[in-house]
DNA sequence: GGTTTCATGTAACTAGTTACATGATTTA
DNA sequence: TAAATCATGTAACTAGTTACATGAAACC
């Protein structure tokens, strides 16, 4: 499992809170591992069990306690083991992949709209990594440490969504550009 | 669910048993979503139970019956419905970013391999790919139906593997040229 | 006075993985 | 004679999702 070690490098730059974390995996490695806030304080206390975290109790006042992390050196060890050992490629899932090869079965229409969907959800996301690189690394052959690996991983978000954009716009111009032939073209509400 | 519209998909095109679909998905559909056998058979039983498949036991000799799965009307029905439903674009899981953000806390030779494996493993992948582009989909612009929708899914796991390829490459180069100036450059063994 | 934020939690669920079992048949 | 292929299954587990609850504070 990798959140427990997403959480561990998190959690090594700066403790924190699950709500927090929660709220910092929105915005960097949740990019390539979300998790909702549930999963979050589930795998904490698992780890405090397992000795990799100590989690210390923090009164407020006004709000509720809020229990910090930080990795133990047990945790740490577990982190740098993690990193030494290989990791397998993993399985690609894309549902939109599915949905085009459903195609031919169901209403073609609404499949270009999704994929419309998809195009513009992508275009923003790469925006947005844009944007960061932009602003928090303008440089980057200077970049070093934890600045460096964090650009890197951007890099990555960058990559696969200009990719996936550019997929989108290779599957619409195929899929209006051809009418199917399979089916009558021009034909509103086709009956079963 | 995905994996109940990608066997219904598989079903559509042609009927099978769940021991065949979890050969046929290693091929094709299984590029964008796999599965293991036991997934297969339990999502079939579902599937049978929910009216969208029919399961006809086929007796055979020497070897043990096989239960051959047929979508029904509902299952077409329902097939249709899932492609008109908008999709959510989805989480993107990538074990390899977390573990290059988690580079400064651990043994970074280690990870470079590490890294090096996974460039190899999608220079696999593209290979195959590109294997099948060439033998099944040599004129695309002819393609129509089904054929040109499985060429365009083929695309997307083009598109994909090449870019991880790049992304390797791109990290690669920018961990293995900068020594991390965090740490001692030339030392072998870092002592925490 | 209604929504958002902070902070954590229980409970019930769906999805997916790993290990093991059966037993005949074909291939090396 | 050992391994792989065909074909399906049980059982136990880990991972992840969805819905709901609590309660004060700050913001509009």
Redesign the pocket.
């Known amino acids: 499992?990798?959140?427990?070690h997403a959480l561990l490098v998190a959690l090594t730059e700066r403790s924190g809170?699950?709500?927090?974390l929660?709220?910092r995996f929105d915005k960097s490695i949740g990019f390539f591992h979300?998790?909702?806030?549930?999963?979050i304080?589930?795998?904490?206390?698992?780890m405090e069990d397992a000795g990799w975290v100590e989690g210390r109790p923090v009164p407020?006042d006004?709000?509720?306690?809020?229990?910090?992390y930080t990795p133990s050196s047990a945790g740490r060890d577990e982190l740098a083991r993690w990193i030494a050992e290989p990791t397998e490629p993993g399985?690609l899932?894309n549902e939109l992949a599915v949905k085009i090869r459903a195609a031919a079965h169901g209403d073609r229409d609404a499949l270009v709209a999704d994929v419309r969907r998809h195009r513009d959800a992508h275009v923003e996301r790469l925006g947005i990594y844009h944007a960061i690189e932009a602003r928090d690394f303008p440089v980057p052959t200077e970049l070093d440490g934890t600045d460096l690996h964090q650009y890197l991983v951007l890099r990555g978000g960058i990559r696969v969504e200009a990719g996936f954009v550019e997929w989108c716009d290779e599957v619409l111009a195929a899929l209006t550009a051809a009418p199917t032939r399979t089916a009558a073209p021009h034909t509103e509400g086709s009956s079963s």
Chains 1, 2 share one sequence.
């Open positions: 499992m990798a959140l427990e809170s699950g709500y927090e929660a709220r979300g998790a909702t806030h549930q999963q304080y589930r795998t904490l206390r698992r407020q006004g709000r509720p306690d809020k229990k910090l399985q899932r």
